[in-house]
Structures are given as C-alpha cells and as structure tokens.
C-alpha cells in the first residue's frame, strides 16, 4: 500500500442557492487579469443545461477523460503520445472562446464624456480582447436560472437517458425544475490533463493530491485543456500558458478555506482530508463500467482502520494529516454515511471533488387552476420515500451526472436525506412534547439504512455546522517543506523575505 | 575584408554565437518567457490551414536540409538517377509551396482578425517577415536555379562545413547568385532573432513526452519526513519525484 493523502470538497446540492458567491470570490482573487477574463476557475452551472464552457460533457466532441479499450486497458482518449506531439501544430478538439464567450465590457467613459445630446448617453459594449464595439451573444452564466431553458435544458448531454415522456413534462412551465452545479477543478487522482501535458509542466502534488501547473515549464501546446473532461485548465491567450483551479493551496497551507468555499453562502461547502491508496489508481480507473463507481469509491480508506494509520504512516504521512483524516467531513459524508458521489465518474479520472445530489419538489399539476401534487390524497406527510419518481428532477438525470446513469445510488441518497428530513419534522413538530419518535418513524430510518443517532448526526453536520465542521484543514508544515528546499542557514544574515541576487556589493 | 567576407565569415559566427548564448540565458533566467503562444483559442479555422501546411512544411525540407549537410554522399547517390532526382526536386518543391500556402495563409490571419492583430507582438511581424523571405527565396531558388539537391551539395555544403571547422571560407559562395545569398543570410537573420522572439519554442518540441509515465507526482518534501535531515548543502533543491502511477498505454 502507498497511501497518499487528498484533500477533497464536498458540495453538498441540496443546500446551494445559485448566488455565485464562490465564482466571484474566485475571479477577484485569481483570474482578473488579462487573457484569463474567460476563465472562471469555479462556476456555478444551471442544470439540466450545457454549462460552461458550452456541453463541456459531450466528450465525443471534446475528447476529454480516458476510456477503457476491448481489452480492458486505460487509454487516454484525446491521443496516444505519439499524436500528441503530431497535434502540436494544431490541436483539432480545442474549445474555442466562443464555447466559453467573448470576454466584454462597457464603455462606461462614455457616460461622462459623451457630447450634450437629447438621449441619455449609453455604455456601449466592447471586447476586453480587442477593444472594438461587440454584440454580446453569451457571457458568463448567460443560461443562469430559467433563461432560455428550452434552448439549454434540451441540449444537456446529460439528459441522454432520460425518457421523452419526463422531457416533454419538463418543458411544461409548471413542472419545469433546476438545480445548481458548482464546479472547481475536480483535482483528480488519474488526471488526463497531467497524462496529455507533452511538456511535463502539469503534476499532482504528493502530499494533498492539489494538480498544479508550472507555468514555467508550459509551453501552451494546449492538450490540457482538451483532454480534461471537465474543461477545467484553461489556456491563457495573453501570457501562452495554461491555468487552472489551484484550490486555493496558499491558503490552505495556512489553515484558511479555499476563496470559493469560505465564501459560500449557503455552506454548501465542506472540505477534508481523504486517504487513498495510490497503487490501486490504474486498477480503479480501467474498471469494466458498471463496477467503476464502486471502485471510485473504495479508493479512499477508512483513516480509523490501524492497519491504514499504520500504512500512512510508513508512506511519510505525518500524524497531523491522520488526525484530520479522522475528522474530515467529506469522509464522514463519503464513506460514512454513503451520501456523496463524484461527478461523471466514468470519465475516469478519479474525481477528488464530491456531491450530495438535491432533492427537489414534488411534481405538481395544474387543476382548476389550482396546485395539485402528484401524490395519493391519503397522505399527510411530503414522504417521497418510495416515491422518488414523483421528484421534479428526475432521478435519471441526476444518476447521469453521478453514477454513470445507474439509479440505485441516486435513490439510496436521496432516501436517506428524506428519511432525516422527515425524522427531524416528526421530532420537533408531532413528537416535540415527548421527545421520543414512534415506530413508524424507526421504520422509516432503518428502511433508508439509518439509525436514530446517524441520522441526528447527518442532520447536525448538514444544517448546524461551524466553521471548524465544515472545514478540516491538516497541518501543512510548510516550514518543513521549505527547510528541506531552502536551508534556513544558508538565509542567515538576510532580511525580511530574502533577495532575488544576493545583497553584495557587484564587480 | 570584402563585405562577403564579413557577411558569410563573421556573420554566422556572431548569430551562432548570440543564439547559444542568449537562448540559454533565457531559458535559465525566464523561461516563463518561453511559450508556443499559441493563438488558436482566439481564432481556430484560419490557423488550421495556416500552422499545419506551415510547421509539417517547413520541419520536413528543414530535415532534408539538414540531412544533406550531414550526409551530402548519400543525396549524391540517390540523384544518381534522374527519376529520384526528379522524385527528391518535385517533393521538395510541393512541400515549399504547401510552406509558402501556410505562411501566407498565417499572415492574411494577423492582418485580417482583430483578435489576433490583438496579440501580434513586433518580433511577431519580424519573425514572419524573416521566415516569409526564406520560403519565398527557397521556392524561387527549386524553381529557377534547378536542382538544388544535386548541386547543392557540390557548391553550398563546403561552405557550411568550413564553416563547422571553424575554417571560413565565404568565397565558395561568392560567386553564387544573390537569390541563393539572401536564403542564406535569411537564415542567418533567423538564428540571430531566435532568442529574442517566439521561435525559441522550436527548442521546446516534447520529444521527451515519448518515455514519461502518464502521471506525474511531485512532493514538496520527501516521503520520510520522521527521518527528516536538514539539507546541509544549502541552495535550491528541485522538488522529489517521488513516483509515476502508471506507465504507458
């Protein structure tokens, strides 16, 4: 065993509002610059839709991620390497900037400076790349919410799957539904970008498993960006580099959350760390399909497990790391209670990023011009236990993002966010005078795999956790780090934070 | 000295000279600096026939260049017929003309995207100048100068080889036509700009991508970090290596 240590987001869906907090708070920090405004290293994506850049999950068109061949073995499906270097010259499967959109402005000068008149002046848009006046035809988050959701929900890829009978009904304004994406680098344990970098500039970092660009070493041949599936590098058309979500690593090497997540809103977000074994990537990433999702997931050990302390250690992973290890939230989220899934798992990266899928209302139609919800009449409580059909979102949709179109882990999730849902209303509401919840209730836990205090525990780190439950940060020790780079010794005598040349007087 | 002396014996050393020098320099000091610069994000469907009928063009005649200074007997040999002959001269000016149709094809591109004008840089417009007049000379010279691959290596590769001596000789190609001179020093143009623009991406060719594993992992500090001895020698040290996951294919 060689375990290595990753640190991994949860987003939890269920609890995302779609304010975009995490986008701008990204974009402020890391990508307001010339020849990244393009880029947003965290989106928010409107789903079903084609998202950002436009169907980045068509990868017969864009070729990202691996595929396993006849044979059972892992190929990266962008090229092999000796056509990578051959599509140097030209790379066929790039996105355009038109698959993102043409980076704008307004000429707010003109406001102050145009010329009397009987209109009002007007902020004409222009292109942050040229300059010149342009008609804006998408921009980010251009299909945010409902917009034009004909045009973007259709033309999902992920929708494959999902009955024309369930399309139509979605179209229907009263049954129409969305929910919210948010998306970072997944930070992935077999990473094709790494895979189809031919200059080597691209790597996972050993002791958080962060995958980073050495932007002096990129020489912006451009296969990155095709070849991760979820167009998460981005090339930078100013300096002729490629960049990428660095989940903010200056910041967690000082204990903070990255921007995106100590930003959010709605505390989506929880972050920790998760220990895998790293000689099982090949094996888990060239699984036969219907076993992969399963193999995604036994990747990550269970850090309580002596025989894993013992490993880890032997691997150079320090006791810190351990500990938070054995606290992390995404591992209690992941493992624990089975409640996370990666996205897309069959682009076989090993996603690092994990998401609890959202419940949704209940479809309804429209009668005498009143609501009237699907469901037999006889029922007094919302219990979409075994009616999880009756969800606006269908659940094979969800499955596509998720679980490589299998329902069966879509449903047991769902389940058990119902189930404690419901437990905590009778608790507080029908039982609230004694306390104790009836039978029926019990039932209802165990049939989603539950028990009383599991499901307290899910409901206490979903709606009431601090700071310090949602984000397990290890300690870095980049003093160590740096000492075994730079001998502290050797700075002996210099100020501050040292010099580029040394401060002695020049021939 | 005459001015041939000057330009064919004291020219090709200085630029050798300054393209060894500064490429380094620059590769040790900003190789941040060093980059394809790729455009194609900005504009994709003019630069495909731009860049591929340019750079596949361009590296073959440049290989068979290289090939005839290197093995000039064997080119001999192989024109010993003239249907080879016929064979090398016709290939060779089609890949001209295919170099000729993509340089062209890439300056209409600069001049006509917005976009692109955008991110022309100066030595941009130099570069394409500089290489514009080799491919438009070295067709000129396979069209009006027949050929070249049999006399070539008769009149133009002892010059080149004096010069590997480091044994001048510029009156070997004194008398030659002005044509073939211009190729010449073009080329010579060439290898004194490199450093200086966007064509030190030529050096950059991943060849190496061939053997490495698919993965790369990078430690910041080695996995023993219990064990840890404090690196005494002091400096930099690059980062550990500390293992790939999986091997090709």
């Known amino acids: 065993m060689r375990i290595r240590a990753q640190m991994s987001m949860l987003f939890h869906l269920d609890k995302c509002i779609g304010c975009h907090t995490c986008s701008v708070a990204c974009k402020n920090l890391w990508t307001d610059r010339e020849g990244a405004e393009y880029m947003w290293w965290n989106n928010v994506e409107t789903r079903p839709g084609t998202g950002y850049p436009v169907g980045w999950e068509d990868q017969d068109h864009y070729k990202g991620g691996w595929r396993r061949d006849k044979k059972g073995r892992l190929k990266l499906t962008l090229h092999s390497k000796g056509g990578g270097i051959a599509k140097a010259f030209y790379n066929p499967h790039l996105p355009a900037l038109e698959d993102y959109y043409d980076p704008f402005t307004f000429k707010y000068g003109d406001l102050f400076t145009g010329p009397a008149s009987e209109q009002q002046p007007t902020a004409i848009p222009i292109s942050k790349i040229t300059g010149k006046p342009i008609e804006i035809n998408s921009g980010p988050n251009w ?33 129409v539904v969305i929910n919210y994406l948010p998306r970072i680098c997944n930070h992935c344990l077999n990473p094709s970008c790494v895979a189809a970098c031919p200059s080597g500039a691209i790597y996972k970092r050993a002791e958080d498993g962060v995958v980073l660009v050495n932007e002096d070493k990129c020489r912006g041949w451009r296969q990155c960006v095709s070849a991760c599936p979820y167009k998460k590098v981005y090339y930078n058309w100013t300096t002729g580099k490629s960049e990428k979500c660095i989940l903010c690593f200056p910041r967690m090497e000082t204990g903070q959350a990255p921007a995106c997540a100590h930003s959010c809103v709605g505390r989506i977000r929880y972050m920790g760390v998760l220990l895998y074994d790293a000689d099982l990537i090949e094996t888990m990433a060239s699984s036969p399909e219907d076993e992969l999702l399963d193999a995604h997931l036994d990747m990550i050990l269970d850090p309580h497990d002596p025989k894993v302390i013992a490993a880890a250690k032997a691997s150079g992973i320090d006791d810190g790391w351990i500990d938070s ?10 493992k624990e209670w089975g409640m996370a899934l990666p996205l897309h798992p069959e682009y076989r990266t090993g996603a690092m990023m994990f998401y609890i899928p959202p419940l949704s209302p209940i479809v309804s139609t429209i009668e005498d011009g009143l609501v009237r919800l699907d469901l037999p009449s006889e029922r007094r409580d919302f219990e979409l236990l075994d009616e999880l059909d009756k969800a606006r979102m269908p659940v094979q949709y969800l499955a596509n993002l998720f679980s490589i179109g299998d329902q069966e882990p879509i ?5 058990i966010m119902l189930a404690v849902r419901s437990f905590k209303r009778r608790q507080s509401v029908d039982f609230v005078e004694t306390g104790s919840i009836d039978d029926s209730t019990t039932k209802m836990l165990s049939s989603a795999g539950l028990d009383e205090q599991t499901a307290e525990e899910i409901y206490r780190l979903t709606t009431l956790p601090t700071i310090e439950d949602r984000f397990v940060f290890p300690p870095y020790h980049r003093e160590v780090a740096i000492e075994e780079l730079n001998d502290p010794l050797s700075a002996k005598g210099e100020a501050g934070f040292g010099y580029r040349q040394s401060p002695q007087r020049g021939a | 000295m005459t001015s041939n002396d000057f330009l064919f014996g004291v020219i090709p050393y200085a630029v050798a000279l300054l393209a060894l020098i500064v490429t380094v320099l620059r590769w040790k000091m900003h190789q941040f600096t060093v980059s ?5 994000l900005l504009e994709s469907r003019k630069l495909y026939w731009g860049s591929v009928p340019f750079h596949w063009g361009l590296s073959i005649i440049l290989t068979f260049h290289i090939l005839a200074l290197v093995v000039p007997r064997g080119f001999e040999i192989w024109n010993g017929s003239p249907l080879r002959l016929y064979l090398l001269e016709i290939t060779g000016l089609a890949l001209g003309f295919w170099a000729l149709f993509g340089i062209s094809a890439l300056i209409y591109r600069r001049y006509s995207e917005p976009r692109i004008r955008k991110v022309t840089s100066k030595m941009d417009i130099v570069v394409l100048a500089v290489v514009a007049v080799q491919i438009i000379t070295g067709v000129w010279i396979a069209l009006g100068y027949r050929w070249g691959s049999y006399w070539g290596t008769a009149v133009f590769v002892p010059y080149m080889w004096s010069l590997f001596r480091f044994q001048p000789n510029p009156d070997l190609v004194e008398a030659l036509p002005w044509v073939l001179k211009t190729h010449a020093l073009a080329f010579f143009v060439f290898l004194g700009i490199f450093p200086f623009t966007r064509l030190v991406h030529i050096i950059t060719l991943p060849l190496q991508y061939i053997g490495r594993p698919w993965q790369k992992v990078v430690a910041n500090r080695t996995p023993s970090i219990p064990d840890f001895e404090p690196n005494t020698t002091g400096g930099d040290r690059p980062p550990v290596v500390v293992g790939a996951q999986h091997k090709s294919n």
């Open chain 2, 36 to 40: 394809s610069l790729s455009s194609q």
């Open chain 1, 143 to 175: 299909d945010d919410d409902l917009g034009g959701s004909d045009l973007y929900a259709n033309n999902d890829p992920s929708m494959e799957g999902v009955t024309q009978e369930v399309r139509s009904q979605m179209d229907e304004l009263e049954r």
């Open chain 1, 325 to 334: 290890a054995q606290r992390s939230p995404v591992y209690r989220f992941v």
């Open chain 1, 411 to 415: 449903r047991k999730v769902l389940k």
